[in-house]
C-alpha cells in the first residue's frame, strides 16, 4: 500500500511493528498533526465503523485505539509549539462512566502546543473531582469529553450540578465528542447552564473556542 493508506491501514489492524519508520517517512512530508488529522482518524473512523457494524470485536478496537495512542505519543514532540504561554487554565477531563480518551488527549495535546495549561484529570471523572480540580487550579475553563450517548445525560447532570453549587458563572465549559451535536449544546444545554457552554467539534474549534 502506498504510505498513507498504509498508515491508516496500521491504525484499523492494531499493527504496531514498523510504524515509526512509516511516520518518520509521513513527516518528511507533511506537519504531524496532518499526520493524525488527515490519516490516523480515517483509521479510526474506519474501526468505529467496523465495530459499529458489528465487523469488528472489541478486543481489536482496543488494539486499535493503543496503536493510535502509540502514533500520537511518537508525533507529539515533532509537533510545533508556540511560544506564547500562559493564556490560560483549563481542568479537563473524560466524564464519569467513559473510558474513551484519545479524543480528549488530541485537545490536550492541541490546546497544550498553543500555550495553555490543561490539567488532564483522566478519564471517568465524576463532576465532584472535575470541580475541585477547577477551584484547586484555579482554572479559566472545564472542558468535558465523552463518547457515549449516555455521557451527553451525565453532561447534562454535571451542569446541573455546577448550577446547584454556584459556580456556573464562574467556569466556562467546554464540551466535546462523538455522541454530542451541536444542537444539543447549544439548544438544550445552554437553556440548562447559567454560564457559557460550548461545543467543539473537534480540538481545532476547541482551541478556537
Ligand atoms: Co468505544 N464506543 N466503547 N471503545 N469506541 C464508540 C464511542 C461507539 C460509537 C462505537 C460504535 O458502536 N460504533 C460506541 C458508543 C455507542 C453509543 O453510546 N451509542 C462505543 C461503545 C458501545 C463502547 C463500549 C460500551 C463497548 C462495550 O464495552 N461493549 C465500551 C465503553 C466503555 C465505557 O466507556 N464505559 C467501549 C470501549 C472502547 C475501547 C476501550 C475499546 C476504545 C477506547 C480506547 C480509548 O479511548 N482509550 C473504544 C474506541 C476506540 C471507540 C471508537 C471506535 C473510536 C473512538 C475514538 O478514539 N475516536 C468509537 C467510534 C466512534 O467514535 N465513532 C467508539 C477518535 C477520537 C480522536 O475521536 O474522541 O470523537 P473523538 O474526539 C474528537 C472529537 O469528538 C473532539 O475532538 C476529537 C478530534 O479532534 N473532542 C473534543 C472529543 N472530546 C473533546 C473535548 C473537547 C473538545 C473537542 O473539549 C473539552
Aim: no cysteine; glycine share 10%; net charge negative.
Amino acid at each position: 500500500l502506498p504510505l498513507f493508506e498504509r498508515l491508516a491501514r496500521r491504525i484499523v489492524d492494531g499493527e504496531k511493528a514498523g510504524m515509526e519508520a512509516d511516520l518518520d517517512e509521513a513527516m518528511a512530508q507533511v506537519p504531524p498533526l496532518q499526520i493524525i488529522n488527515e490519516t490516523l482518524l480515517s483509521g479510526m473512523k474506519t474501526v468505529g465503523e467496523l465495530f459499529g457494524s458489528g465487523q469488528m470485536q472489541l478486543p481489536f478496537v482496543l488494539q486499535s485505539a493503543e496503536t493510535m495512542k502509540t502514533a500520537v505519543a511518537y508525533l507529539e514532540p515533532h509537533m510545533e509549539a508556540t511560544d506564547d504561554s500562559g493564556k490560560g487554565r483549563i481542568v479537563l477531563a473524560t466524564v464519569k462512566g467513559d473510558v474513551h480518551d484519545i479524543g480528549k488527549n488530541l485537545v490536550d495535546i492541541i490546546l497544550s502546543n498553543n500555550g495553555y495549561e490543561v490539567v488532564n484529570l483522566g478519564i471517568k471523572q465524576p463532576i465532584s473531582t472535575i470541580l475541585d480540580a477547577a477551584v484547586d487550579k484555579k482554572a479559566d475553563v472545564i472542558g468535558m469529553s465523552g463518547l457515549l450517548v449516555k455521557s451527553t445525560v451525565v453532561m447534562k447532570e454535571n451542569l446541573e450540578e455546577l448550577n446547584s453549587r454556584g459556580v456556573a458563572e464562574q467556569f466556562p465549559v467546554l464540551l466535546g465528542g462523538a455522541a454530542l451535536t451541536r444542537a444539543y449544546v447549544e439548544n438544550d444545554l445552554t437553556e440548562v447552564y447559567a454560564g457559557d457552554v460550548h461545543y467543539a467539534r473537534d480540538a481545532f474549534e476547541g482551541l478556537h473556542l
